[in-house]
């Protein structure tokens, strides 16, 4: 499943991060991730959604994912 | 370099306010187009919406210049500032607003045009 996909990307990318994939519409194709890691810290929105972006690629180069709405939060 | 890459890039450099979306500002199809537009409209951003819908090439030559895979793509004064999400986000913070204002003044006209690619 797409969602589980997704999942593991995100582990792989964020492995201490604190992971949330939901599946918007029940489609399997919209997703909405939420990412919680200390990755983040300090890096402005727009250099964190580009880690989850690139972690992503995959599925986003695909089409695996229709929609992808991101959430994103350091730690500190 | 292809012409359309070229059009895109001048596009992106010379409109103060930039949204690559899907449709256009008067009828947008797709609901993260729409909210990339209302923040910004209440941000009170001039905004030229640029349709990638039209043809597949545009979105394929936006994202090999932005390096972001997804629509729509908010652009200021040429740095993309993301998608509707992080638009969203800063227009709540209020970030949106400090940066328009700081990037074209606080004293500005706002409207709302579409921008039309031209393709071969």
């Known amino acids: 499943m797409a969602a589980n996909v997704i999942r593991d990307l995100l582990d792989q990318a964020f492995p201490e991060g604190e992971i949330a994939v939901e599946d918007r519409t029940g ?28 972690a992503l690629a995959a599925p986003l180069a695909d089409g695996t994912i229709h929609e992808l709405r991101i959430r994103t939060k350091g730690t500190a | 370099m292809s012409a359309l890459h070229d059009q895109i890039k001048q596009v992106i450099d010379t409109e103060p306010v930039v949204v690559f979306m899907k449709g256009t500002p008067d009828a947008p199809a797709c609901g993260n187009s729409l909210r990339a537009l209302q923040a910004l409209w ?17 979105r394929q030559e936006l994202t090999a210049l932005s390096e972001w895979p997804t629509i729509p793509q908010v652009f200021v004064k040429g740095e993309l500032i993301g998608g509707a999400d992080i638009t969203e986000e ?3 913070s209020g970030e949106l607003k400090a940066k ?8 500005r006209e706002q409207s709302v045009r579409t921008v039309e690619i031209a393709l071969d």
């Open chain 1, 27 to 54: 489609g399997g194709d919209h997703f909405q991730v939420t990412v919680v890691s200390d990755a983040f810290n300090g890096l402005p929105l727009i250099q964190q959604h580009k880690l989850v972006n690139a």
């Open chain 2, 42 to 58: 209440q941000a009170g951003a001039p905004i030229a919406g640029v349709d990638v819908l039209p043809d597949p090439r545009i």
């Open chain 2, 90 to 92: 800063l227009f709540a």
């Open chain 2, 100 to 107: 328009i204002d700081a990037a074209l003044g606080a004293d």
